[in-house]
DNA sequence: ATATGCCGTTAAATCGATTTATTGTAAAGA
DNA sequence: TCTTTACAATAAATCGATTTAACGGCATAT
C-alpha cells in the first residue's frame, strides 16, 4: 500500500489531473468544473485519504508552510516557553517549525540561515545575535518576511518584538533603593545586544538618579556553568559591602543563586534580590525572589501574528512594525524592605 | 540576485547539467568525467556559491535530511535538554530536526505523524503516548526508522532507548526505607505509560520487600498547574501522617514543592522529599531535593546514534535493540535520616 | 570488415505536484 | 451556413534536481 499520486488517482477516475487538481485547490468554481465530478472527485479522494506530496507542491510553487524559528537557546525556559506558544499558534495556522539554537553564535547563525533558506521556509523568526546584521539584511532585500523578537538590530529595519527592557529594570532598581539598599550591584552576561544594553541602562539611570554608585560584573558566557559561577564568586567576596543583587537573566539568576548558597548567604537579609525572568526557580527559592516577568505569551502572540500577518499580505510594505511589550514586576519577599528589617 | 539553477552552471560552462550532477554528488571518479572538468565545474560552483535546491533534491530522491522529534512538552526541561542535544547531534551529521509536542495526546500525535509523513521526514525519534500503536507500526510496516525514548510501546517491537524506572523508584525508595521513614507517600501523574508504570511498581515493590503500606496519589494531568496543586493539597491535609513524599515526574513534584511551601511545612524535619528528574529547582530549594537523575547526555547520543545507525544501513534488520540506561540517585538534605534527626 | 568494449559525456525520463495554453463541443448570433 | 462565445476539460510546460539509457568515437579482437 505505497502512497498514491495525483496521477493514480487521475487514472482511476479517468479525469485528468489537472481537473483534480484544480478541484482541490478550491479553484473548481473559478474553472467552472461540473459539480457532480467535483463531488465524485473529492469522495474519492477523502475515501482513499490522498493527500498531495508536500515536497512537489513546495517545489512548484514556492512555498513551504514551513516558519524558521531561531532562539538563542532551546533548553533556556524562556525560549523553551515562546517556542512552545508559537509552535501552538503556528500548527493553528497551516504552518510547521523548524527550530534551532544559535548559541549566540554568529557564524553558526549564518550557517543556519542557509539552511533555512535553502528548505526555503516561508518566514523567519530570530532572536539575532550580534553581527548577523547584513544576512538578516539580504534576507529582507530579498523579501522573506522577517520578524525578529527579544532583540533587534539597530541598523537594521525591520518588525521586530521585545519588551521595555529599559524601564523594566529601571523600575525594579528604584523599587531597591526606595527600600533602603545603597549597594546595589548588577551581574549580568557580557553582550552588545540592544535588550541587554537597554536592561543595563536602566540599572544605572537609576542609580545615578538616586545618587548611587553603580557596581556591574559582566560575565563571558559560557555552557559550562562553573565558569560563570566562578566571576560570581569571587565578585561577592571582593565586595561585602552590597547588599543587593540584580541578575540580569534568568540564566545568571540561577548561577547566581548557587553561589549564593555555596557561600552561605542569607537572602534577604544579607543580599536583597531581583532576577529578570521569572521561573519555578525563583518562585521555589527561599524566600521567593523578585523577578521581572515577561508577558510571555503576549510576546508569542504578537511575533506569530506579526509574521502571519507578513505572509498573508505579500504586500511589500516599507514600513515595518515594532512592538514593545510591557513586564511586570513580582515582588516577594527577596527584597524586603531594608528598613522594615532594621526597625 | 536570484538563485541560480543547475542548468545557469550547465549553461555557463557549457557542460549537460547530468555532468555537473555527477561532479557535485562526488561521482566524477565512477562515472569518468575528466580531471581538468570536475575542477572547472567545481571552482566554479565554489565560485558562485551554488547550492542545489534541496526541495527538488528530496522529490527526486526520496530523501529529506530531517528527522522529526515529537516530545511530550517542548517547555519541560528535561524535554527541552534532551531535543537541545539530539539537536546537535543532528545537525552535525547533515540532519536537520522538525520539533513538535504530543501533550501526550493521542489524536494530535496522529496528525503529527501525517505531518511528518507528509513531509517525507527520513526518521522518526517519539516519546509515544498511549493509543499510537497502530500508526507506529504502520511506519515501521513501511520502512520508516523509528526510534522511541523516554518509554516504550509493549505491544510495538521497535528501537527504544529509556532509563531503569523500576529499579530507579525502587531503590530511591529504599534509600528513605533505610532511613527510617514509615509513611511514604507516591504523587505521580495517571498514566498508563510505560515509563510511569514501572516507576510505581518500583515503588510498591519496595514498600512491600519492607512491610509497608504504600499511598499512592494519581493525578490527572492538566496544563493549569493549579489543577495539580489542589489534589496534593487535598492529599496532604488528608493524610498528615506522611513523613515522606516520592515525587514520580519533574512537574509533578515542582507543584509538590510548591503546595509544600503554601503549607508551611518544613523540609525535611515535617517532610523528606525524593524527586524523579533533576533539575535547578530541586537544586536550590532549601534544602535541595534529593533527587533521579536522568542521564540526559546518553539518552541523547543513544537515541541519535541507533537513529542514524539505521538511516545509514538501509538494510531491513529485524532485530531491534532496546537500551536501558542507568540513573543517578543523587542524595541531598531534603532526605536526612530520619534516625539521625531524632538522635 | 564487423563486432566488442571502453570512454567521456549527455539527452531524456523521472519525482509529483501547479499553472498555462489549448482543444473540442454546443449554443447563440450574424 | 458560418462565425462567435461560453463551457468543460485536458495536454503540455514547469519547478530543479537525480538517474537511466544512449550516443559517438576510438581501440582491440574476431
Redesign the pocket.
Known amino acids: 500500500m505505497k ?8 487514472n482511476h477516475l ?9 478541484i ?2 478550491g ?1 473548481a468554481q473559478e ?4 459539480k ?3 463531488e465524485r472527485v473529492q469522495k474519492f479522494v477523502e475515501e482513499v485519504g ?8 513546495s ?4 512555498k513551504s508552510n514551513i516558519i524558521g524559528l531561531m532562539v538563542e537557546d532551546i533548553s533556556n525556559p524562556f525560549f523553551a516557553s515562546i517556542a512552545r506558544l508559537i509552535e501552538d499558534r503556528a500548527y493553528k495556522n497551516g504552518y510547521k517549525i523548524i527550530y534551532c539554537s544559535t548559541d549566540n553564535d554568529t557564524s553558526k547563525t549564518k550557517d543556519l540561515i542557509g539552511m533555512f533558506r535553502d528548505r526555503h521556509v516561508d518566514g523567519y523568526i530570530i532572536a539575532p545575535p550580534e553581527g548577523i546584521e547584513d544576512d538578516i539584511s539580504s534576507l529582507i532585500k530579498d523579501g522573506m518576511p522577517v520578524v525578529l523578537f527579544d532583540r533587534h538590530l539597530p541598523k537594521v529595519s525591520t518588525d521586530f518584538v521585545e519588551i521595555d527592557n529599559l524601564f523594566s529594570t529601571y523600575n525594579a532598581t528604584m523599587h531597591l533603593v526606595q527600600r533602603g539598599y545603597k549597594n546595589i550591584a548588577y551581574i549580568t552576561f557580557a553582550s552588545q545586544q540592544t535588550q541587554m544594553q537597554d536592561r543595563m541602562q536602566g540599572y544605572k539611570d537609576a542609580l545615578k538618579e538616586s545618587g548611587l554608585k553603580p557596581s556591574a560584573l559582566e560575565i563571558t558566557f559560557d555552557q559550562n556553568d562553573d565558569l560563570i559561577m566562578g566571576p560570581i564568586n569571587t565578585f561577592l567576596k571582593k565586595n561585602k559591602n552590597i547588599d543587593a543583587i540584580f541578575f540580569g537573566t534568568n540564566h545568571v539568576g540561577t548561577c547566581g543563586l548557587k553561589v549564593i548558597n555555596n557561600l552561605g548567604l542569607k537572602v534577604p537579609d544579607d543580599l536583597a534580590i531581583i532576577s529578570f525572568d521569572d521561573y519555578d526557580v525563583f518562585k521555589l527559592f527561599s524566600p521567593p525572589v523578585t523577578a521581572i516577568a515577561q508577558p510571555i505569551e503576549a510576546i508569542a502572540d504578537s511575533v506569530i501574528t506579526v509574521l502571519l500577518n507578513k505572509l498573508n499580505t505579500s504586500s511589500q510594505h516599507i514600513s515595518s512594525q515594532s512592538i514593545v511589550l510591557k513586564t511586570e514586576l513580582l515582588m516577594r519577599d527577596s527584597s524586603k524592605s531594608k528598613v522594615s528589617v532594621t526597625a
Open positions: 502512497k498514491l499520486s495525483i496521477v493514480d488517482i487521475a479517468n479525469v485528468s489531473k489537472t481537473t483534480i487538481s484544480f482541490l485547490n479553484r474553472k467552472r468544473i461540473g457532480e465530478l467535483v490522498y493527500k498531495p506530496n508536500s515536497l512537489a507542491k517545489l512548484r510553487t514556492g
